[in-house]
């Protein structure tokens, strides 16, 4: 929140940028559209962000989903732009960019707060930036003042509040984006008679900082006069100063200095602002001049960088100098590829020197093929069939054959997991958003297993769904959070060995728990419908089903959670101290232990195991999401906003289907009703059977 109120303040602060800097918008050019090499050198152009080193197509895809709650939008004519392509309009064309409605709104409330009209839109709707402009400085201010912790609680803002403070931080990123190429269009305005129109003949951005160092010198010469200069330099220096300052500085009259200053002040500032504006992407690769610097430079720091040194660094200004161009180029379509290109050449080669752009193909490779989009169509269409299923009799041949259909959208997602193990070089469970992807490749893996044993169909059904879920949720979350799912690890979660195996074993067992859930569900509202009513075996092979996963589920869970008290005792020094992570991981160890104790002492029969098993997937549910929630605790790195909603219906439901075994113990107990019989002999007779034994 700190971070957010800083960037709203400095964002304000820039609000005026154009007009300041003497550039309007009122002429819209449409932006012709771009060809596919343009768009490809820029997809697997590579930017620091977050921590880590990615395409530009995977920045411009996370930054695009987190406004516009989508990875595409319609530029002018209606024509549907991927994530590249509109941050090429972005920075190329910013004037046309902020005329596509980008930003989603979730509630009008919001628009009302911040004084624009929303007469004839829906509640929920796209705004673009021309239509929010008239509200940017109360909406900045609001943002503000709402991320302020010292006046308000952050877990007690009103939904229109947290939704105005995302909007301001989108309204800012788009913002960043639009101006970042602001330094390149800047033509600097110089008297003819100043001593800086000799030093500046070209008075582009990158030629101010190629004599940064001048005019240093020159400001201290103007301020304080020659001597101070003198003073700064060794005397190998003092013999150059002929070569970096105008001559007769020394015989200036004190209102003409004043004049210089002040024409050198004004430059500067523009210089400042234009870098100001020039923050928002990390493009630069640390040249080898620069030693073990990690950190990648934005256009904006090349200011500083050329200011605080003795001498410009060359090979940075090259590369600023080979972008400043492109924007320079951008109405000479030929010109404009070929200078895209060779910048793109020069930034990858300085990339590979450091070995940081091995994996850059392999992830813009990994989010074109689309694996997860793929496989959740393909688990619709496995769904389809598992139902489809249930009206056929089950023959050997299609015992075999219905579950090859859950086995094309298992691959794909399995390849998912696969492409971003090794892109990140780390076990497939290192955030939460890589935990439902796992998790629901364990579900549909041990359910193609369970399927080729029972051949009942169940398991077969159940994956599909529960694949199709787990895929669905994966794209809610990811579209929720708005933020690159493949970020750089805190520290405490920066071991693969730790990840490898107990957060792997743990999230095997929320898998299995959920799975036994899933299977239970069959069990207690088929009884409560009547399904299959006197087919016993059907539902003995569910219970089966269902405590077979429940002990699959206990060992990993087991394991898992000793294992984290291991990793515990390693990192923080105890093995055990009650975090509520760690709560959650035992709940789950004792519900399932006293589970398969109470079947195995006859407390508890088939419907019982049922229901104790819904009750273990929302232990689950609580481990796995509701303690992130809390917000404490070392574990707390976890915290998912927004989501508790989400998880007071999911425990809603169970509890309903709970309260539906509770309905079918009811049914169980009821006595039998009277039936008449007639024989053929002719007399009648009334025969009153046995009560039905509940035996579950």
Known sequence: MKTLAATLVTLFALGGMATALGQGAEIVTKPAAWDEETVDAFASLPVQDGGRIKPLSTYAGFTLLRLNGKREVSNLDGKRLNPTEWLLDTLYYPEAASHYKMFLVQTSEVLDAIGVSHEGRKKRDRYSMAELSPGVDKLFQLGREYSDESKYDPNKLTSTQRQIINLATNVSQFQYLSHYLDFARHEFTIPADSP????????????????????????????????????????????????????????????????????????????????????????????????????????????????????????????????????????????FGAQVAAFHDAVVALAQSRGEYNKIPLEVSYYRADFLYWSLILFVLAFLVAAVSWLLPYKRVAGLVYPLFLAPPTLLLIAAITYRCIIRGRPPVSTLYETILFITA???????????????????????????????????????????????????????????????????????????????????????????????????????????????????????????????????????????????????????????????????????????????????????????????????????????????????????????????????????????????????????????????
């Open 196 to 335: 800086l129109a000799a030093m500046l003949p070209e008075r582009r951005y990158s030629d101010i900082l190629d004599k940064a160092v001048a005019l240093r010198l020159l400001t201290l010469a103007l301020e304080k006069g020659m001597d101070a200069v003198t003073a700064q330099l060794d005397p190998a220096e003092v013999a150059r100063l002929g070569e970096l300052l105008p001559q007769g500085l020394a015989e200036l009259d004190e209102s003409t200095r004043q004049k210089n200053l002040g024409e050198l002040r004004q430059l500067l500032h523009e210089v400042d602002v234009l870098s100001s504006r020039a923050s928002g992407l990390s493009l630069f690769p640390p040249t080898p001049s620069m030693g073990d610097q990690e950190h990648w430079l934005a256009a904006g720091e090349m200011a500083d960088l050329a200011f605080s040194a003795n001498a410009p660094v060359e090979e940075q200004l090259a590369l600023l100098r080979s972008l400043e161009e492109t924007a320079r180029l951008i109405d000479k379509p030929e010109a």
């Open 442 to 696: 364990v579900i549909v893996v041990v359910a193609i297993v369970m399927e080729y044993i029972n051949r009942q169909k169940i398991a077969l059904s159940i994956g599909a769904f529960l694949g199709m879920a787990g895929i669905f949720l994966a794209y809610r979350y990811e579209a929720k959070e708005g933020v690159d799912t493949m970020p750089s690890l805190i520290a405490v979660l920066d071991t693969n060995f730790w990840l490898a195996t107990h957060v792997t074993t743990v999230t095997m067992g929320y898998a299995a728990g959920l799975l036994a859930a899933a299977i239970a569900h069959v069990y207690i509202l088929g009884r409560a419908l009547g399904f299959r009513r006197s087919d016993k075996d059907f539902y003995k092979n569910v219970t089966r089903m269902t405590y077979g996963v429940l002990c699959f589920g206990l060992v990993f869970s087991v394991v898992g959670t000793v294992l984290g008290g291991i990793w515990a005792n390693d990192s923080w020094g105890r093995f055990w101290g009650w975090d509520p992570k760690e709560n959650g991981a035992l709940m789950i160890v004792l519900w399932e232990l006293a589970i398969l104790h109470a079947r195995m002492g006859g407390y508890i029969r088939d419907l019982g195991l049922a229901v104790s098993s819904v009750f273990c997937g929302m232990i689950v549910a609580f481990s796995w999401w509701g303690v992130n929630l809390l917000g404490v605790g070392l574990h707390s790195y976890g915290f998912t906003s927004g989501i508790m909603q989400s998880l007071v219906v999911f425990w809603g439901l169970e509890t309903v289907v709970m309260l539906a075994g509770l309905y079918v113990w009811f049914l169980q107990r009821r006595p039998a009703p009277v039936e008449d019989a007639v024989p053929s002999g002719g007399k009648g007779r009334t025969k009153r059977p046995l009560p039905a034994k509940a035996s579950e």
